[in-house]
């Protein structure tokens, strides 16, 4: 075992723990990390993986390590996220030896601690080499069972399956433990799919067109964000579900667009590249370091049709006039329980409150848009979400008190094909497992 493989195990087990301590996200806490230990391509798969997985199974790892250490209720807390890191090892990960990933555990044990701790180390883990993992068939209650062996709080898949029936939720929650994929947006205003598939093929990318949006590309190997032709802007780095917004909004040449909650600016930059270059997107966040993203991202792309504005979008009636765009999206504030692939800490820190906090914030951000709007103009309202209290019914409450809007059922025809068959009135859930993108939500409102 070489030494930067073992200081893979202990980078991992410090993230965890700060991860743990400032409920700071994953990925930019990754991302850094590997920037500052300058760390190999190999050792950069293992660290994600290795840290991803840990959290990803947190639940399940805890279940499995309870019986071992009952009797030592007052671990510290980097001994915790060691122990269920070498466990996620010796569970998840068949190329690496159990024998080598305790070896390791236990030098990491004495390096943070002392004699005690490694032995004790040792000892966890040896004994569950030797038991074996206790069983989650002991668990009766089948929704305590799911929680269990996918990770996933027990009030959210309870929620779940209230909302959605025990099938889809197991679907859902399976798919939220695997490595979401990359996919990125051709920007059509300056080069085809083909082209840029064959670029990048050349330079040694494993690309696959996407069989659900014309425009969208899925690597299979690499990061395209560290390639010429993303500097060169011929393409934006964004899920497959977030592309249908723009697709649901239909936005035309030179029409006047609002986008309400814009950064980083992928849902703008698309509906630009839809208009051609043409007519005036308006992209507000309430952040400057956000809109300078916007701003970048538009940049880069060489869109001119994209005008930033730094504003609260509750207060938007007080800096445009009523009645003055022909379409507006509002991708709201959400729990983002659709995006959990890609940022699993999340699981472990939202709770029901926070559902109900941010749909009265989308109700505000409704009330406060859509006077804004031009008779007959288009609303669509997104999130990435998978919940009904901040998706369905948010948008219920909204027509029930709102008469001069109506559902959009004509959107179907705006689509993709291959999302038309999942939708049937004004609006649409994107579960994870349904094209294997993240979870999203649209609904399409006109306004009378």
Not at 362 to 368: I, K, P
Request: a neutral charge; proline letters at 4%.
């Amino acid at each position: 075992m070489t030494s930067t493989k073992k200081n893979v195990r202990a980078i991992a087990m410090d993230l965890l723990v700060t991860i743990e301590k400032n409920q700071s996200y994953s990925n930019l806490l990754l991302n850094s990390t590997i920037e500052k230990n300058q760390l190999s391509a190999v050792d950069v798969g293992l660290l994600t993986e290795l840290t991803y997985g840990t959290l990803q199974r947190r639940m399940a790892l805890d279940f499995y390590l309870t019986p071992f250490i009952k009797d030592n209720k007052k671990l510290a807390n980097w001994i915790h996220h060691l122990l269920r890191l070498t466990l996620y090892q010796m569970i998840y990960l068949d190329r690496i030896p159990d024998r080598a990933a305790i070896y390791e555990a236990v030098e990491i044990a004495k390096e943070r601690g002392h004699k005690g701790i490694a032995s004790l180390v040792n000892g966890v883990l040896r004994n569950i080499q030797r038991q074996g993992l206790p069983s989650l068939n002991d668990v009766s209650d089948p929704i305590e069972r799911l929680a269990l062996e996918t990770s996933h709080p027990l009030w959210l898949v309870s929620r779940w399956v209230n909302q959605f029936g025990y099938d889809k939720t197991r679907e859902m929650c399976e798919i939220n433990l695997t490595a979401p994929m990359q996919t990125a947006r051709i920007n059509l205003t300056k080069i085809s799919r083909d082209e840029c598939v064959a670029l990048l093929e050349e330079d040694g990318f494993q690309i696959e067109k996407s069989p659900v949006i014309p425009e969208a590309i899925r690597a299979l190997k690499g990061n395209l964000a560290s390639t010429i032709a993303f500097n060169y802007g011929m393409f934006t780095i964004q899920d497959e579900s977030s592309m249908l917004a723009a697709y649901a909004l239909g936005a035309r040449e030179d029409e006047y667009i609002l986008d309400a909650c814009a950064a980083p600016g992928g849902k703008s930059t698309h509906i630009a590249e839809k208009m051609n270059n043409t007519g005036e997107v308006i992209s507000v966040d309430l952040h400057q370091h956000k809109v300078r993203l916007i701003n970048d991202n538009a940049k880069r792309l060489g869109l001119t049709n994209i005008i930033t504005s730094v504003a609260d979008s509750r207060h938007l009636q007080e800096k445009f006039k009523l009645e003055s765009f022909d379409r507006i999206l509002l991708d709201a504030p959400c729990s983002g329980l659709g995006v959990m692939r890609r940022k699993p800490d999340m699981k472990y820190t939202k709770t029901e409150q926070d559902i109900e906090r941010l749909s009265s914030i989308q109700q505000t951000l409704l009330e406060s848009v859509t006077p804004l709007l031009k008779k007959g103009g288009i609303l669509v309202y997104s999130t990435c979400t998978v919940d009904k209290g901040e998706n369905e019914h948010t948008v219920k409450t909204f027509l029930e008190n709102h008469p001069e809007f109506e559902g959009d059922t004509t959107f179907k025809s705006r689509m993709p094909e291959a999302i038309q068959p999942l939708i049937t009135g004004y609006d649409l859930q994107i579960f994870p497992q349904d094209i294997g993108s993240d979870g999203f939500y649209i609904a399409v409102l006109k306004k009378a």
